[in-house]
Structures are given as structure tokens and as C-alpha cells.
């Protein structure tokens, strides 16, 4: 489904990703962890198309077909979707508008036509009961004064509504206490299937002990520098990222 190709990219002339492979298939789950700094918001943005970041080298291919060379908006309605680190307010824009228009559009490229008014306000219940999310909060401006733990489980709402068949979470774990987690979490295991994927970004291992993925990799200084099953997550939780610092220069 995605294949980065040695991906190198730059903001403002500093280099960040230096190289970065990875392969992500259908049904499958890839934690991507890593120190602050490391790149992991970098590779998110990359991929989802923000413009700021300059690709200097490599491939990105998604069902085929080449990422790098589409707006964000077709990457989106490719099937690609990224939850934010810091979901952005908008105020004058109604989270219910917000994720009719974005259906509305994902279903357009589908060649499917919008949902009845009915229909679409089924599926917003069934999903809302999904992510556990107040009724109220829909009707409110999308993110505007809701709370840390509201805005993440809201970006599952997103998530649950358009259904993309790769979905990147940028630390949606951080900020978030414990039962929020929980609901994030089951939110995305109710949501996975053999036709989708996720790439989880975190900075903890504890979000792992309820999303378990398929692989882990630990992003250091730009490079994916060790690839392992979950067991790589609870390795690193209990020796820190500097264990996998010494082995590297151990075996430099
Ligand atoms: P992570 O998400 O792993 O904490 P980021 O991808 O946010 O890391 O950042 C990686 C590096 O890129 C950091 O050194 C950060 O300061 C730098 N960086 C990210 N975005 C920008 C930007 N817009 N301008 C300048 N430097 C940036
Ligand atoms: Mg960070
Ligand atoms: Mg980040």
C-alpha cells in the first residue's frame, strides 16, 4: 500500500529525514517511536503533502501510485489521512460541515454521490457511540474550546467517518489520560481491517499495550536505525532510547 523509497527531505536547508525505507501493507499496523526531534511529525507531514517541507531525494508510492506528485487534497481522497499532534481550531466552521464536505468529497472521488441528509446523520451516531465523543461536540466549531482529550478523540471521529485506507496518528496519545487513551485505542482496533493500515506515531510504549502492531520502528536523528516486532517497544520502554544509541556505535 505505501512504499517509502529512501526519503530525504529539508526545511528551510536543514536536512531532517535522511533517508528513510519503509513498507506498509494492507492490514497491517507499523508504530513508528522516537526521541523529540527525531523527524517523526516530519515524516507525517511529508507524507500527508504540507508544503513547507522540501523533498530532496527518494519515493514515496501509494497503491501504486506516486504520493510526492499529488496535492494534499488528492492524497486525502486517495485514501490517506493524517491525525494531527496538535489539531488545529477552526472557529466558524461546524465540525458536522466539516465532516459532511470532507465525505462528501471522498465519496465524489469514489464515484459514489453524497449521502442523504439521513443516512449521513446515521453514520455520525454510529461513530460518535465508536469514539465515545458527546452529540454536543459536532455541533460545535471544529475543535474551538474543546479539551486535549476532545480534540484527539475527535480527530477519531474524522478517522472513523472517511475511513481512509492509510491512517498516520502524530502522537495522538500525548496529553491524553488514561481513559482517553483507552477510547482512542479501541476506536482504532474497531476500525481496523485487512483492507487498511496505520502508521502510529509515539513517543511512549503505552499507547502500544493497546494498539499492538505488527513492527515497530525507532526513528533517530532522521534514520529508521532498528525494525522489530512489538517486542522492540517494550525492549526500548525499559532501556531507553540511548541502548539502541550505544548499539549503533557499537557497530559502527
Ligand atoms: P518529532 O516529531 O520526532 O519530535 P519533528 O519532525 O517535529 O520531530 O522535528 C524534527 C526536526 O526538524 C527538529 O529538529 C525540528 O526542530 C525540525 N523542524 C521541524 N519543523 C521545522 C520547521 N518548520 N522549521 C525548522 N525546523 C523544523
Ligand atoms: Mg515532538
Ligand atoms: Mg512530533
Known sequence: MLNINNLQTSVEGKEILKGISLQVN????????????????????????KESYEVTGGEVSFDGKDLLDMSPEDRAREGLFLAFQYPVEIPGVSNINFLKTALTEIRAYKGLPPLSSKDFLKLLKDKQEVVELKASLVNRSLNEGFSGGEKKRNEILQLAMLEPKLAILDETDSGLDIDALRVVASGVNKLRSENNAFLIITHYQRLLDYIVPDFV??????????????????????????????ELSAAA
Do not use: C, F, Q
Not at 497491517?28 to 503533502?49: F, R, W, Y
Not at 532498528?226 to 531507553?240: I, R, Y
Open 26 to 49: 494492507a492490514g497491517e499496523i507499523h508504530a513508528i517511536m522516537g526521541p523529540n526531534g527525531s523527524g517523526k511529525s516530519t515524516l507525517a507531514s511529508v507524507l500527508a503533502g
Open 217 to 246: 520502528h525507532i526513528l533517530y536523528d532522521g534514520r529508521i536505525i532498528k525494525s522489530g516486532t512489538k517486542e522492540l517497544a517494550l525492549e526500548l520502554e525499559e532501556k531507553g532510547y540511548d541502548w539502541v544509541k550505544d
